[in-house]
């Protein structure tokens, strides 16, 4: 079976991460201590969920433009694979609340918010699942998965940092910047191409399966009519 050129680079990509983030040495920081590498994985996991889902919204509206069933399907299995990096994102982050707070959920606004955001995009999937008629179920889809999209800039950035936080970047505790030493961006940018790269992979395959999926569903359904 042969492997499509990027695809052999993704693998090779997130391989070459992976040893840097445990390898290359950091500096000693205050209460981050070694748990400091899970930068590499909990921010990039985030990131790619927006992007991810930024891509779904980008199938819906083609969708309520063209009015093509690929789209609609594009825009759910690219929103299905976002959720995947945002539910990794937040168990990440509950590893890095247990070594560095001490608990692993203090209820802290960015956790709690992030667990909103995610529990919106959840309900893109409740909302696909209880309409039945597939346009209607399509224009309703997109036109909430757009509203979604619109909510993280505020569950995300904007309303964490006006609140009390023990996050990074927030009242007062050190910035992004202020915890990354140089040798820790080059594998946190590396890691964040290699984490979008690992979502296109994923959203080509789940793609393809519900696409196989449909077909055959279609086809029993011919076979089946009298």
């Known amino acids: 079976m042969r492997i499509a050129f990027w695809k052999g680079l993704v693998v ?8 840097a983030a445990f390898a290359v040495e950091i500096p000693r920081l205050p209460i981050l201590e070694q748990s400091a590498r899970n930068l590499y994985f909990h921010v990039p ?19 309520l433009l063209r009015g093509r069933t690929e789209d609609d399907l594009k825009a759910e299995q690219a929103a299905r694979v976002a959720v995947l990096f945002g539910v990794l994102g937040l168990l990440t ?6 070594f560095t707070w001490g608990a692993w959920w203090n209820w802290d606004p960015k956790q709690t918010l992030a667990l909103a955001q995610l529990l919106l995009l959840g309900a893109y999937f409740a909302l696909r699942s209880a309409v039945e008629e597939e346009r209607r179920r399509a224009r309703l889809s997109a036109a909430y998965a757009f509203l979604a999209l619109l909510s993280m800039p ?20 050190p ?24 979502f296109a992979w994923l959203f080509e395959l789940s ?15 011919q076979i089946e009519e009298p």
């Open 207 to 221: 793609y393809r399966q519900a696409r196989l999926r449909r077909l055959l569903e279609a086809q029993r359904e």
């Open 12 to 19: 090779l990509w997130i391989t070459g991460v992976l040893v």
């Open 93 to 98: 982050g509950s590893l890095w609340a247990r």
């Open 175 to 198: 910035a992004f910047d202020e915890i990354t030493a140089p040798q820790m961006r080059v594998v946190f940018y590396a890691a964040v191409l290699g984490f979008l790269g690992l």
């Open 154 to 173: 505020f569950l995300l950035f904007i309303v964490p940092r006006q609140l009390p936080s023990l996050h990074p970047g927030a009242e007062g505790n």
């Open 45 to 63: 996991m985030w990131f790619t969920m927006i992007l991810g889902f930024g891509l779904a919204v980008w199938y819906s509206l083609r969708y």
